[in-house]
């Protein structure tokens, strides 16, 4: 087979596959969960949980999200550089 043809039916294959994938797909919609740190960090930061006059409070959260503390420190006063600039 040439290098075209081959790719032609791959591509049939795929497409067949994509069809029936979509329909064993359930419609139902759900909350996205957001486990990035940055958002985890910055949404317990504006809940007021994790704060940095309070350094046992980045240790917790480096612990839950497996993270060293300083980084913690280093995004919370990154935080408030943006916070004082608004």
Known sequence: ??????????????????????????????????WQLRV???EAHA???????????GVRFGDKFIVKPKFVVDYLQHLEVIEFKK
Do not use: Y
């Open 40 to 42: 985890q960090l910055k």
């Open 47 to 57: 809940s007021g949980s994790v704060v940095l006059s309070d350094p046992e409070s």
């Open 1 to 34: 087979m040439l290098h075209t043809e081959v790719m032609v039916e791959f591509l049939v294959m795929f497409q067949g596959n994509a069809i029936r994938l979509e329909e064993q797909t359930p419609n139902e919609r759900h909350d996205p969960d957001n």
